[in-house]
């Protein structure tokens, strides 16, 4: 008995010491690779220098390391506004700008509005992206809400103890010599390099159709409302109305962006029903603009959401893998090229031939007009492109059956 | 409060174990009521507006039991039918007055439902701990007069909120015995190599799979047939290693106090017959509906056509107790229907093909599709989508395979799409994850041994002598087990920052 009770001692302690080794293991090494670049732990190239992009808690990580960025402009919105406008454009760097881009893919004015207030202090220009999405209004389900930030120790904490940090640690080690690693620099930045592998594999219309058929799933779902019982006002508008408030008491320059959607998702809008609701949301933006501005804001709202030759950008056949696309990876999301012009807009820097009509600030002595004017060209490149206004067509009367097809 | 979760790891568990012991030391009964007192406060934890109920529930039961004991003759029967009554009630109030509502709507066009029930944690478990106990009270098998005991069995901690079901014969000798109050050093290894074993299939195996699950049930959406499977395989796999899982913790959690919990699963997956597989499926459970249901019912006794309605009212009863809804008598009525089959199939050809390898393998991947199809709707939030993914099973909305994976295949696109095979937009990485996942967890499943298997020579748990032995994979007591066990729980503790429910918590 005794050699047993001293086998079972022994035996626990390894499996204790084991147990308590490898914990300790593992959260040394999360802190030294520094996967998220939380820790501010020094980079070694080849090592830890390019950062992958995490999978969970984006969130709090851009919250944190945003923190330690110091930003004096700001990138807010959701995937697009992540993928597409890039803190290094020259509007940043000629205004001495340290701009970090905070946005976060499937974030909408909740997190906006919570990102906003946290990183405010040191802001001067904020580029805000908004999408027509988020401001469709259901009723909230029970228990839906959350905390828009996790506690910075507990994001900490997680960042050295949890499988997730642990399986980015080696990601990050394993990324280091790939070409076109899933990365995010580290002024928030997702430069979308593995998009160049999936357009090299798949091919840019795979890419189109897949984006389009999830957008028609989406967008059949959608509510066809924007307000809450008929009150004029919802809580993404009342963030929005919230955030331009922040922005008029810190004195921050705001551009609030709508997003240069593709021409096909423009069409998968209209076909879906909600193209009225966009026009109106359009309407709320700018009253809502001029509104803060009477109240001593500096918010321009600038509409990009609207079909033009730039987005109206071809899409190369079925199959073709070699063709580049300047403009779009796929409708849903725009490439830094057109961001920048994007910028360019905003900032009032020299514009390309191509691009000189490119988006408008819009106010409300112009805003019907352009809506007109975007309604016009809608059914102008309706005609003009029958094959994407068939396929917008096919997608929205059948957004599930759409989903197998024959191989090409 | 969650066993996968910091909070009862790191302290409720550590104070409620050296509280034990360190009362146990000076008072048996001080030990039994603060570890009485700690499971309410673990219940607690969840909801304190549902502590009344426990207790309420307890008490009521503890009293009956009495009532019943001391009577004889046709007011002993009577006592038992109010009691049992009463408990049917309150279990019936929380758990299927909204259904009878809903229903009552849609007949009758009343406007009753939807009900604003919430249901308490756990209630049907320790109903049915509380119900089978006065039975054996009423068939003078039991009788308790130490409500301290009485409430411990019923509130022990380890086994509330989702079993296994306990019965009072194998218990109440454990909380009698003076050793249960001393530490035991093998018994505290063993509890926590067993914990870490459950944990392990909890947070490591069964949560990773939820999501594929998840994905197909949430919104099945005509699905072709390769990822209608992918996602029925997933949850199959997924309900198993959550609730063995559980199982295996709140054995080893119940090892660290002293006290042996009944086994509950035993690879059920390798059952080569339905009988089989409830004999190894949430067994205590089965035992439940066996001894409580199926044998007062009559059992086999009445002829074979009487047999199969038994099998069929007592599955579909079974069915019904994981919850107010058709789909879940459609699982029960569908595993009545196998038992039948199985039954009559037994009755005439016996069991000889199985006893050929071919044969044992074919009626082990035929059961374990027949299970399949049952989880369906077992799964399924509604019948129609149980339906829709069935349709999908089947190949009613053809057979895809995404793109992406197309595109690795290259050599075999011609042939797969003469045989109709066509290509799914999107969903690459969801569909290729959905089966890795599904195929380690079916290597496990299918072919590695169970908890009970590998810490058998330490008598894990009640009844575990007779499980049968493994060659490969036994608990040794050397440095390669504990370091492997070790690296085992540092993997399951990285895993705890998102604690995730049981599955079996709804129920």
């Given amino acids: 008995m005794p050699t047993l009770h001293r086998s079972i001692r022994i035996f626990g302690l390894v499996f204790f010491l084991s147990t308590l080794g490898a914990t300790a293991a593992v959260a040394l090494l999360d802190y030294l690779i520094d996967p998220y670049a939380i820790f501010g732990v020094r980079t070694v190239d080849g090592i830890n220098a390019i950062k992958p992009r995490p999978d969970a808690m984006l969130t709090d990580i851009k919250a944190i390391v945003g923190t330690r960025f110091h930003p004096s402009a700001l990138i807010l919105g959701n995937s697009r506004a992540e993928v597409g406008f890039d803190p290094l454009h020259r509007a940043f760097a000629t205004r001495s700008l340290r701009a970090f881009n905070a946005a976060v893919p ?103 159709r897949q984006r389009a058929f999830e957008s028609a799933r989406s967008l059949a779902r959608q509510p066809h409302e924007l307000y809450a019982g008929g009150a004029g006002t919802s809580p993404a508008l009342s963030d929005l109305r919230a955030l331009l408030q922040a922005a008029a008491a810190n004195r921050t320059q705001m551009h609030l962006v709508i997003y240069p959607y593709h021409l096909l998702y423009l069409l998968q809008l209209d076909d879906a029903g909600l193209w009225p609701l966009f026009e109106q949301w359009k309407r709320d933006l700018t009253e809502s603009a001029a509104s803060a501005r009477s109240q001593g804001a500096r918010v321009t709202v600038w509409d990009f959401g609207c079909a033009h030759r730039l987005t109206a950008e071809p899409i190369p056949d079925e199959g073709d893998r070699k063709t580049e696309m300047r403009w779009y990876w796929e409708a849903g999301h725009f490439k830094k090229e057109l961001g920048d012009l994007v910028l360019d807009r905003a900032f009032g820097e020299a514009l390309p031939a191509e691009a000189i009509d490119f ?46 097809v024959s191989s090409p | 409060m969650l066993f996968n979760s910091f909070g009862f790891l790191f302290v409720f568990l550590p104070i409620t174990l050296l509280g034990f012991f360190w009362l146990g030391r000076r008072s048996a009964w001080l030990a039994a009521a603060f570890l009485t007192l700690a499971s309410i406060a673990f219940y607690g934890w969840w909801n304190w507006h549902f502590v009344w109920l426990l207790l309420a529930s307890i008490i009521f039961n503890y009293v009956m039991g009495l009532v019943i004991a001391s009577m004889t003759g046709r007011t002993r029967r009577y006592s038992f039918a109010v009691a049992v009554a009463a408990d049917l009630l309150l279990l019936g109030y929380y758990k299927y ?192 509906l066996r001894d409580y249901l199926y044998f007062p019912l009559g059992g086999n006794r009445h002829g074979e056509p009487r047999r199969y309605l038994n099998l069929m009212i007592t599955m579909l009863l079974g069915g019904l107790w994981h919850g107010a809804g058709w789909n879940f008598a459609i699982w029960g009525g569908l595993h009545g229907l196998y038992l039948a089959a199985n039954h009559v199939w037994r009755r005439w050809f016996g069991e000889g093909v199985a006893r050929t390898r071919i044969g044992a393998l074919a009626s082990v991947a035929l059961t374990f599709i027949a299970v399949n199809v049952a989880w369906v709707f077992f799964r399924a939030p509604s019948v129609e989508v149980g339906r829709d993914v069935l349709g999908g099973m089947f190949g009613e909305f053809g057979v895809a395979l995404p793109a992406a994976v197309f595109a690795h295949i290259e050599p075999l696109r011609h042939a797969l799409e003469s045989l109709g095979v066509t290509s799914l937009l999107g969903g690459g990485r969801q569909f290729a994850m959905t089966y890795v996942w599904v195929a380690l967890a079916g290597a496990i499943a299918f072919a590695a041994p169970n908890t009970q298997q590998i810490t058998r020579r330490f008598r894990p748990a009640l009844a575990s002598a007779g499980i049968a032995s493994v060659r490969t994979l036994r608990l040794r007591l050397n440095w390669r087990w504990a370091t492997g066990l070790g690296l085992l729980a540092c993997a399951s503790l990285l895993s705890l920052s998102r604690p995730t429910e049981f599955l079996y918590f709804q129920f």
């Fill in chain 1, 359 to 404: 988006g408008i600030d819009l106010v409300p002595a112009t805003v019907e007009t352009r809506i007109a004017e975007c309604r016009v060209s809608l059914a102008a490149m309706r005609q003009r492109f029958p094959a994407l206004a068939h396929e917008a067509s096919r997608l929205a009367s059948s957004p599930s059956g759409a989903k197998a």
């Fill in chain 2, 97 to 288: 007055a909204n259904l009878a509502a809903t229903s009552l709507d849609t007949v009758a066009g009343t406007q009753y439902g939807p009900l604003d029930i919430v249901l308490p944690l756990g209630i049907s478990f320790f109903t049915f701990t509380q119900i089978a106990y006065l039975a054996d009270v009423f068939q003078h098998k039991a009788r308790e007069p130490r409500f301290v005991h009485y409430a411990l069995f019923v509130s022990y901690f380890p086994h509330l909120i989702a079993g296994p079901i306990l019965h009072h014969k194998e218990m109440m000798p454990q909380f009698q015995a003076p050793r249960t109050y001393r530490p035991q050093p093998n018994s505290v290894l063993l509890g926590a190599i067993i914990f870490t074993l459950g944990l392990a299939k909890k947070v490591l195996i069964a949560d990773n799979l939820a999501p594929y699950a998840n994905a197909v049930f949430a919104a099945p959406d005509h699905p072709t047939m390769l990822v209608a499977w992918g996602g029925v395989l997933a949850y199959a796999f997924q309900i198993y290693f959550d609730f063995s899982g559980y199982s295996d913790m709140a054995i080893g959690l119940s090892r660290l106090f002293g006290i042996r919990l009944p086994l509950n699963f035993n690879s059920p997956y390798k059952s080569r017959n339905i009988i089989e597989f409830w004999r190894r499926w949430h067994m205590t459970l089965s035992r439940f």
């Fill in chain 1, 106 to 208: 499937g974030s909408d004015m909740d997190y906006t509005l919570a990102s906003f207030r946290r990183l405010m202090p040191t802001n001067e220009v904020a580029v805000v992206g908004v999408d027509f999405l988020d401001f469709l209004y259901s009723p909230p389900e029970a228990g839906s809400s959350s905390p828009v930030f996790r506690d910075s120790i507990a994001t900490r904490a997680l960042a050295l103890f949890s499988t997730t940090a642990l399986l980015d640690s080696l990601r990050t080690l394993a990324i280091q010599r790939e070409r076109h690693p899933a990365s995010l620099r580290s002024d928030g930045f997702n430069p979308l390099l593995d998009y160049r592998d999936l357009v090299a594999n798949d091919g840019y219309a795979m890419l189109f």
